[in-house]
């Protein structure tokens, strides 16, 4: 398993590499060029959802939470859960879903319903702002996947 010092780009590649797949074997079956999320260090972060990073590790016959070499004891949390816990913070803070989305900095009334959506339509950065808006920590989402 990479090591969790080993960045995410390097982490994709060797676990690529464990695979037993080049890059262009990784690339068609995942449907996306791998070297640029190999050689651009936020690529995968910034440009692709929890889906698409879901999707990327069955090729590489490997667990999300070890892409992002999670350790974490907290329980996982569905999309679901993500959903109800957003419209828990609107009501607390007494402000509109359109609202929120300021804070977040991205459009969650386009991707809560279903749920589901929240983990497709979102960037694993964007999912990362708006656990931080939460008070929770992403790697809970990653678990679920």
């Not at 398993?1 to 995942?30: H, V």
């Not at 009501?91 to 589901?116: M, N």
């Not at 999912?127 to 678990?143: A, K, N, P, T, V």
Request: glycine share 4%; hydrophobic share 40%.
């Amino acid at each position: 398993m990479p090591e969790a010092t080993t960045s995410i780009s390097r982490r994709f590649r060797e676990l690529r590499e464990r695979a037993g797949l080049s890059e262009n074997e990784a690339g068609q079956q995942i449907g996306v060029s791998v070297w640029d999320i190999e050689a651009i260090e936020d690529e995968l972060t910034s440009c692709y959802s929890p889906v698409q990073v879901r999707k990327f590790c069955h090729v590489l016959s490997a667990r999300p939470r070890e892409l992002f070499h999670i350790t974490t004891t907290e329980p996982a949390l569905s999309a679901a859960e993500l959903a109800s816990l957003i419209r828990a913070e609107c009501h607390k803070r007494g402000v509109t879903l359109e609202q929120f989305e300021d804070a977040v900095g991205w459009y969650l009334s386009r991707c809560i319903d279903p749920p589901e959506r929240l983990l497709e339509d979102m960037s694993m950065d964007g999912l990362q702002w708006l656990c931080r808006e939460l008070g929770i920590h992403w790697h809970r989402l990653i678990l679920s996947l």
